[in-house]
DNA sequence: TCTTGTATGTTATAGCATAACATGTCAACC
DNA sequence: GGTTGACATGTTATGCTATAACATACAAGA
């Protein structure tokens, strides 16, 4: 469970570290994110969390909902749509709409836009700053009178280690 | 059909215009790119763009499939599916994944890489020149080591129309 | 205690997408 | 002309993604 530098995770954010660490500690500012909103961070949600943070890669509604079943929760649909849209809107997590899928945010609290790049091989999502992005969009949209509210800003290719056995 | 000014459309991508040439003239387009290119822009595929330029909104898969039944193409979804999928590999067509839909491209031929400014009130989508939202990804994805194959750059917010009426 | 708001659970259904296979069409080649 | 092969279209069937609508539970405050 806590093994530290496990390597069959697929993402790793495309690199090597010691993911129990980086997972409990997300979680561990997830919940005090959560604690200064007055967001409640419930069982089914937090569980939800943990799963996400497995591993970093996206995961599927379904695919969380089976494994918040295993752990005794509901086993329909909305149960996962529920922990999993609660936890986007407080930006613990991320929803990946080109896999119809969510990962967990890697970075919450902060402030940030984020930009995912998706490794078409390996299927790991990095979760990249996009402050540059984000700039440029602010001021395309400026240029035609739109006001953003919220945005998606993924790219699809592949990371270094699958880059290289490809090439 | 040829109607000129016609306001009813939602789209405009947010400024009036003469929708009629601004369709016709993306359709010839299109019709050339693809005779350069080899490609075969059939009676559906040259249909199903003429069913996105009707309006710069995004229509589901389903929403085109109808239209094409119309006008006595098959009923099955991959019908819709395969002609649309054939004019976003042209780059004819552009997939709004936060809409599960499909807008014409405005600009084909082109080489550009585009980000979509969506109004969440109206269902307007503009494509929006995004040549410095590219560079921001790429230098992202360069010090990451990503290679990037394709991009998706979606902005959900509210069109100048919409907007003032709104506030 | 009662009320109110929020969270969870469940049923049912709607909406999006593709696999697999059959049929048709057209051009290149013998 | 007939054959072959590549591509396009049509159809059946199914799988995956997401939400509406309603029922139940539970905690915090009046």
């Given at each position: 469970m806590t093994d530290p530098r496990r390597s069959s995770d697929p993402g790793l954010a495309f690199e090597a570290h010691d993911h129990a660490d980086c997972a409990g500690d997300v979680l561990r500012r997830a919940e005090a994110v959560s604690a200064d909103r007055g967001a409640r961070l419930t069982p089914v949600r937090r569980r939800a969390l943990e799963i996400l943070l497995e591993s970093h890669r996206a995961m599927g509604a379904y695919e969380v909902l089976e494994r918040l079943a295993e752990d005794?929760?509901?086993?329909?649909?909305p149960v996962a749509y529920r922990a999993l849209d609660f936890l986007v809107d407080q930006g613990l997590a991320h929803r990946i709409r080109r896999l119809n899928a969510f990962a967990a945010c890697?970075?919450?609290?902060?402030?940030h836009s984020p930009a995912f790049f998706i490794c078409r091989s390996c299927s790991a999502v990095a979760e990249a700053p996009a402050e540059a992005v984000r700039a440029a969009m602010d001021s395309a949209a400026a240029t035609i009178g739109f006001s953003v509210e919220r945005m998606n800003i993924e790219a699809l290719g592949l990371c270094p280690a699958c880059g290289e056995t490809a090439a």
């Open positions: 005794g929760f509901g086993n329909q649909p890697m970075h919450p609290g902060e402030a």
